[in-house]
């Protein structure tokens, strides 16, 4: 599961979409909460046009904090992205 794909949160039924995972934990768009990846199963899965778009839009959002450095990272590490 990564950034950009859809998931569903079993404890409490909610469907969101991925800002990113580290394998442990999703951080999931418009939640301040992290979710355990083992409490969420894939519902939809990107393409990976799409997965690079969802981490562009994060990294550049103005607001910063978490989301923005994870997803900064990301890109960084794993698709030769720069700012």
Avoid at 7 to 15: C, L, Q, R, S, V
Avoid at 27 to 35: C, M, R, S, V
């Amino acid at each position: 599961m990564r950034a950009g794909d859809i998931i569903k949160h079993i404890p409490t039924g909610e469907f969101f979409t991925i800002v990113c995972n580290d394998g442990i934990e999703i951080i999931p768009n418009g939640e301040l909460k992290w979710l355990k990846t083992s409490d969420c199963e894939l519902q939809h899965e990107c393409f990976e046009e799409e997965h690079i778009d969802y981490l562009r839009q994060w990294a550049e959002d103005t607001t910063g904090g978490i989301r923005q450095s994870r997803c900064l990272t990301i890109l960084n590490e794993c698709h030769s992205y720069s700012a």
